[in-house]
């Protein structure tokens, strides 16, 4: 058997990682090259000049002192903003799944916006079809399993997110579950009451952002879980500095899904953030490594998250591992396909990683 303390580097260790992802936008993970060739096709003007003027933009943007989930989505506004047809979404979602196959991502999650869709002249229904279309493409041809989560923005109406959770009745196959992410406006999680009501009676799994060190964080985390009722939290972070809000986490079994490289990328706190994650793993949350954006900022795809966060905070291999069966026991699959992650990640660490972090 391989041993993955001594036969490898960390690099070469991460790359052959079987991995999971459970939190990851569609539009955030558009490849420079093909948004523009959409953009192209779209009569979209870009504020890039070439494939490669997108992360210097970016950096550009980063640089000026705007490190903040606001200059982060308005760079993310003009990737999103180009998709104006079903076969821009068909065409990402393969992209991206191609993308997983090269990364070693067995299984992925990924999240869509239909509102920006619609806003961007897509009809609901057909973002959907094109999505699940890409997705089976994805299997068929990458051999990466994916389900979708339909996110509604928390900046946004939350009546359209209603009437979205009614008309997605005829593509209840197509979406395993409900998120909510965008802009991180004041008490967000009571104005989508009813459509989380709504949404669990249909049975769809249910998660929300709650992004890093925003204002009331710790409240909206709460108020997700009693509210909202959900069992994951997407980021989450600073579950770690409330006790109480801990204990619940824990008490819940909710999920965290954190995603390390946009902060050591971006973030002039990245170590406190780093350690957050840390923390979280210690005390036994069920917390997870994924990318977010991997477009966005030059994040990196999750072998180069893994792999940054881990040399930077630093992670041991043990603990990587730990963060791995973390995203299968969260993943929203059944029993035999998460048996067979687990049996193929067991496989690969030989049990390396099982002791030495404590039992959640
Ligand atoms: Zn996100």
Known sequence: MLDIRSDLSNRDFVAALPKVELHVHIEGAIEPVTLFEIADRN??????????????????????GRENLVSFLECLDISRDALRTPDDYRTITVEFLSRCGREGVRYVEVMFDPQQAIRQGVSFGDCVDAIADGRRVGWRDFGVRSQAIMCFQRDHDPEQASRLIEAADTHRDDIVGIGLDNFETPGFPAMFRAAYDQARQREYRLTSHCDVNQPDSADHIRACIEVLRVERIDHGLNVIDDPALLDLVLERDIALTGCPTYYTGQASSAEIRLEMHRSLLAAGACISLNTDDPAQFGSGWLSNTIWSAMEAAPFTRADIVRFTQNAIDAAWIDEAHRRELTTELRAFSGGYGEASVPAG
């Open 43 to 64: 009569k979209i003007e870009l504020p890039y000049d070439s494939p490669e003027g997108v992360l210097a933009y970016q950096s550009d943007r980063r640089g000026a």
